[in-house]
């Protein structure tokens, strides 16, 4: 299973774009790369999911380089609500989530 | 329409009892995954159910730990003999297309086990 690199925490200020990468390195043919977003007491929630290229949706954008060895997620404008954790995961259609630490994100006013 | 639920959201036992926690799919989800999560990690895979049968137990530390779903819908998680270790919040998630690329896991709150 390709396993994924990405920074532990990460400050930002609010009405900032955020950006942060995963790096997969090892990342197979038909994986997918997934993002999930979890508040505290909470389970983790769907983000955005891409194979190749951008994708964007209501609530971030993914981008993904030609090579695939990782991907970023763009958050625009965060509010104090988008202090969460962030995981980065690859999916290859094996059924489980392979979660790593995920990145702390803390939005300042 | 309703997420995935689960119960009890906290359950307190003693080292050596037996718990059970349930969980709740999504209406029509055929696929059911429980996850373990500790303080300040993520997410750990226990076991996925395809319908009835278990696709996946690989995340399943130890006999202890199992895990039923008897008609395709509603899963409960059984801990025999608990230990402190198995202090955490263990996680239910649900899914429409299994073995798919674009499929999504949608998660529960959570029940907070903590072992005395």
């Known amino acids: 299973l390709a396993k994924t690199t990405q920074p532990i925490s990460m400050d930002s200020y609010e009405g900032q774009e955020v950006n942060i990468t995963c790096s997969h390195n090892?990342?197979?043919?038909?994986?997918?790369i997934t993002w999930y977003q979890q508040f505290p007491s909470q389970g983790p929630r769907f983000i955005i999911q891409?194979?190749?290229t951008k994708v964007t949706n209501e609530v971030a954008s993914l981008f993904i380089p030609a090579d695939r060895k990782s991907s970023t997620l763009s958050l625009p404008r965060v509010s104090l609500s988008d202090t969460a954790v962030y995981y980065c995961?690859?999916?290859?259609?094996?059924?489980?989530?392979?979660f790593g630490q995920g990145t702390e994100l803390s939005v300042k006013p | 329409g309703a997420g995935v639920s689960q119960t009890p959201s906290n359950k307190v036992t003693e080292k050596g009892k037996y718990v059970e926690l349930r969980c709740d799919p999504i209406?029509?989800?055929?696929?059911l995954y429980w996850y373990r999560q500790s303080l300040g990690q993520g997410p750990e895979f226990l076991i996925y159910?395809?319908?009835?049968?278990?696709?996946?137990d690989s995340g399943l530390p130890n006999d202890r730990f199992f895990a039923v779903r008897p008609e395709g819908s509603v899963s409960t998680l059984k801990i025999q003999r608990t230990e402190r270790g198995d202090s955490a919040v263990y996680l239910c998630?649900?899914?429409?297309?299994?073995?798919?690329?674009?499929?999504?896991?949608?998660f529960g709150p959570g029940t907070r086990l903590t072992v005395l």
């Open positions: 998630a649900s899914s429409l297309t299994p073995g798919q690329g674009t499929d999504t896991q949608y």
């Open positions: 090892n990342i197979a043919t038909n994986d997918y």
């Open positions: 891409g194979y190749k």
């Open positions: 995961l690859i999916y290859n259609q094996g059924g489980k989530l392979i």
């Open positions: 209406s029509g989800h055929t696929a």
């Open positions: 159910f395809q319908g009835t049968g278990a696709a996946d």
